[in-house]
């Protein structure tokens, strides 16, 4: 074998780009496109859609599970899971619930102590996955059983009904011909939001769930930044909770069964991506309205509500495959 | 291989061919990893490839094994032209490789890895009975006694090895590639090892030995293939090389690579960072260094010789069982790479995709990650003044992309490169150590890097500098300090250092004794 052969370089292989470029652009954009597309054949096919009153009505559904999903957004990012937004959200009604009924505090204080409630329980994951290094998605299904149960031990499995009509002003009120749920969902979504893209929160919460040991070795507290996600979600599950209980005057253990996976739904087809450190709140808060959308479209078209859930399922497992392939293509 | 070498190996060119490499090339990114490779592998011999780190070893070993495709270039097997897409086609004929890391399924017994995937079934139930006739077969016949019944989990490192030689030899294999094999073995359980493999040659399997462990190497192999820079230097018999032959084919004559004149600190320069007797068990031990403002301190040693693992430590990245590390004379506590970032010391990690930069997100994300304090009001990121800090160390370091929103997967290797280094030149350190810099970049940006370290060092920063390009340390180093098995076993200082002393200590072959510390 000689030592001296010509150096014929052979060009290293190049990839056509078109392909992967596509893929990047649905994944992307999906959310944005699908969004409009519907929200134009459901404009076209029907003419109550595009009223006021319907949108508002969108809106005023999607409210507490765009509010869950904010929450769910941040933890996704940072590469975490959040399985007991769900149950936060039925514990979190009952306190409100209770505190309003039970105890001299004012309506305000009340809801308040409710959602705080779910920070708590946020702040408990937080340092079950960090601290004591349980995976989320396992963490927060135990948390989930374990709020529940207690949920049932301080209501005796009871409903909670509240008398009092002023209870339902947060969930039923209106001013200026916008329910008030869809304000706390805009103003969490403004804050979340601004935390996120303005913040140095924000970078590392990107960071860590993009590249954790990069972030680590850069001098980046994961299991702080983790924590706080965690925190936010169960923020975010108080909040939607106490919503949702003052919307029925009622409060009980089982309350909101399921609703955590309408918010993941709503996160994952907005284009946040579920292996952490990629996402937006802007996207949830499309990929929950979005989701209104098609049970609010069916329901106008007079489709049968089963196809809906097929529907949801087709749509949900396609938002997650685009992003698989994104993430493979771009290898 | 002492008197009967040549003589074998005459027997052996007697015999066919068993696998052909004819101009095999290899691409990664921008980096050629093997140029016109061209080998032959005797049937029933023992073939030993040897190299420097990222000669091109363990790619071709790989490329023969199924596990990569060639970019240009053939691939003969049995006299017949071969095309492999995956393991399992080499695997159809008879080729296996046994890979650094053991890949057993730790949690089942010995039985069951060896057979896994060709277990004797009837309507898919095993059947056990079948299975340990045939493993007392395969045993006996290859003198290797494992219990069936073990856990793997529970094995040594030696036996996992011999889990998966027996599950090579079970599927048939008629040549078995070893890269590394006795890197984590004691002396006694690599001489078993090599009587193994000895054995496995008479009953007429053809072995591929891949190793740094030169000595062991020549004792073994009946032929050997020196790489170097992705290039088959020569292919002899064993008899006819000696370790330092060796090792003089894998430095070769080196191109001239135009490093920059040296310029050393002056003698009074301040001593900048001083560790004394840092040790974590099983990793590195005692050791200790000081670097002046202004010093390149250069770390060699081959890969697994605790270099990293040294730079990480003094980096907080790891922990470490004792040791102190002072800054300027004062003692600083370093727990995590928080507490060293505070005390003015950064660290550009070895793996720049795995640890050095967040992907997804932009240049100046990533440049200002660990600075975000030095550019936000309560929180809040100043984009402005981020985007001003980072543009500038983008012209300084000649960054190609489009601005600094680019995402860092969109740019090249040697671009991505020159953005760590932004990361960590944004507030200026006390000291850079910088782990494999240059790694998996192109000649251009080698040069600047280069350049750029040099440069650093020239301005009073105090640099610790790790490579597995020998020429690399030894083109910019003040001083070199050489380890092997987490030991300091040698040092270098402007006047002593030399490729070959460098080397030889590294290597730990005779002549490193001679002019060792």
Avoid at chain 1, 122 to 140: C, D, H, Q, S, Y
Avoid at chain 2, 138 to 149: F, K, M, N, R, T
Avoid at chain 2, 233 to 246: G, I, K, N
Avoid at chain 2, 287 to 309: D, H, K, Q
């Amino acid at each position: 074998m000689s030592t001296n052969r010509e150096s014929t370089a052979v060009a290293p292989p190049i990839r056509g780009l078109t392909r992967r470029q596509r893929i990047a652009v649905v994944r992307d954009y999906g959310v944005v496109i699908a969004f409009l597309g519907l929200f134009a054949t459901l404009s076209i096919a029907s003419g109550v859609f595009m009223s006021k009153a319907n949108l508002t009505n969108l809106a005023f559904q999607a409210a507490p599970i765009g509010i869950m999903a904010i929450g769910g957004t941040l933890v996704f990012i940072a590469g975490g899971f959040d399985l007991s937004v769900g149950a936060v959200s039925a514990f979190a009604g009952i306190i409100a619930a209770k505190a309003f009924i039970g105890t001299g505090l004012g309506l305000g204080l009340a809801l308040t102590l409710g959602a705080l409630t779910g920070l708590g329980f946020g702040i408990g994951n937080g340092l079950l996955v960090t601290v004591g290094r349980v995976n989320a998605f396992i963490a927060t299904l135990a948390t989930a059983i374990i709020i529940r149960g207690v949920a049932i031990a301080i209501t005796g499995g009871f409903l909670v009904s509240v008398p009092d009509e002023r209870f339902t002003i947060l969930g039923l009120g209106v001013t200026g011909g916008i329910n008030h749920p869809i304000f706390v969902w805009l103003g969490f979504a403004l804050l979340c939001g601004f935390l996120l893209s303005r913040t140095t929160f924000g970078r590392y919460v990107y960071a860590v769930g993009g590249n954790p040991e990069a972030a680590r070795l850069s001098g980046v507290r994961l299991g702080l930044i983790r924590a706080a996600t965690f925190a936010l979600s169960g923020l975010s599950g108080g909040i939607a909770g106490v919503i949702l209980a003052s919307e029925v005057q009622t409060a009980q253990a089982d309350a909101n069964p399921g609703i955590e996976f309408d918010a993941i739904t709503a996160i994952v087809l907005g284009g946040t991506s579920i292996l952490g450190g990629e996402g937006a709140v802007w996207r949830s808060v499309l990929g929950a309205f979005f989701l209104q959308m098609i049970g609010n479209g069916f329901n106008l078209l007079n489709v049968q509500v089963v196809y809906q859930q097929v529907f949801k399922g087709v749509i949900l497992a396609t938002a997650v495959a685009l992003d698989a392939w994104g993430r493979q293509t771009r290898e | 291989m002492c008197s009967g070498g040549v003589i074998e190996f005459a027997i052996a060119a007697a015999q066919d061919f068993h696998v052909e490499a004819r101009g095999v090339t290899k691409w990664f990114g921008g980096v050629q990893a093997l140029a016109h490779v061209d080998l032959v592998i005797r049937r029933r011999t023992i073939h030993g490839l040897v190299g420097e780190n990222g000669a091109g070893k363990s790619t071709l070993g790989k490329i023969i094994a199924g596990a990569l495709r060639p970019d240009a270039g053939e691939l003969w097997v049995n006299r017949r032209r071969a095309t492999y897409h995956s393991p399992r086609d080499a695997l159809a004929d008879g080729i296996t490789l046994i890979a650094q890391e053991p890949t057993l399924v730790p949690h089942r017994s010995v039985l069951e890895n060896v057979f896994l995937g060709i277990e004797d079934a009837r309507l898919g139930i095993v059947d056990t009975r079948t299975m340990r006739r045939r493993y007392r077969d395969l045993v006996a016949e290859v003198h290797l006694d494992l219990p069936a019944d073990a856990l793997t989990r529970t094995l040594r490192v030696a036996d996992r090895q011999k889990v998966e030689i027996l599950r090579a030899i079970a599927r048939g294999a008629e040549m078995i590639i070893m890269d590394e094999p006795t890197s984590a073995l004691t002396t006694d359980e690599a001489q078993r090892l090599f009587g193994i493999i000895r054995r496995l040659r008479e009953r007429g399997t053809t072995i591929v030995f891949i190793s740094h462990f030169l000595e062991d190497v020549l004792a073994l192999v009946d032929t050997v293939t020196v790489l170097r820079d992705g290039r088959v230097v020569r292919t002899s018999p064993a008899a006819e090389e000696t370790p330092e032959r060796l090792v003089i084919g894998m430095i070769g004559r080196t191109v001239e690579r135009a490093f920059p004149q040296k310029v050393f600190p002056p003698p009074d320069a301040p001593m900048v960072l001083s560790v004394r007797n840092l040790s974590r068990s099983g990793a590195f031990e005692n050791v200790s260094f000081e670097i002046r403002a202004g010093e390149i301190l250069g770390l060699a040693g081959l890969i697994g010789s605790g270099r990293t693992e040294v730079a990480r430590a003094v980096f907080g990245a790891d922990r470490r069982d004792t040791g102190e590390i002072r800054i300027d004379g004062t003692l600083v506590r370093i727990r995590s790479p928080r507490d060293a970032l505070r005390a003015g010391i950064v660290m550009l990690p070895e793996d720049r995709k795995g640890q050095g930069l967040v992907l997804m997100r932009s240049i100046a994300e990533n440049v200002t990650l660990p600075h975000l304090e030095t550019v936000s009001h309560y929180g809040v990121v100043a984009t402005g003044r981020e985007r001003r800090g980072t543009l500038d160390l983008m012209a300084s370091l000649d960054v190609r992309a489009k601005g600094p929103g680019a995402q860092i997967n969109t740019l090249s290797g040697g671009n991505q490169q020159k953005v760590l280094f932004a990361k960590w030149l944004f507030r200026r350190p006390r000291v850079l150590i910088a782990d494999e810099a240059t790694r998996g970049v192109d000649v251009g940006t080698k040069r600047a890097i280069n350049e750029l370290l040099h440069r650093l060092a020239a301005e009073g920063m105090a640099v610790l500098l790790i490579s597995s390009e020998h020429e690399e340390v030894l083109g910019l180093a003040h001083r070199i300090l050489v380890l092997r098995g987490g030991r300091i076993v040698a040092s270098f200082d402007g006047h002593t250092m030399s490729g070959d002393a460098v080397l030889h200590a590294a290597f730990a072959t005779e002549a490193a004794e001679r002019s060792g510390p």
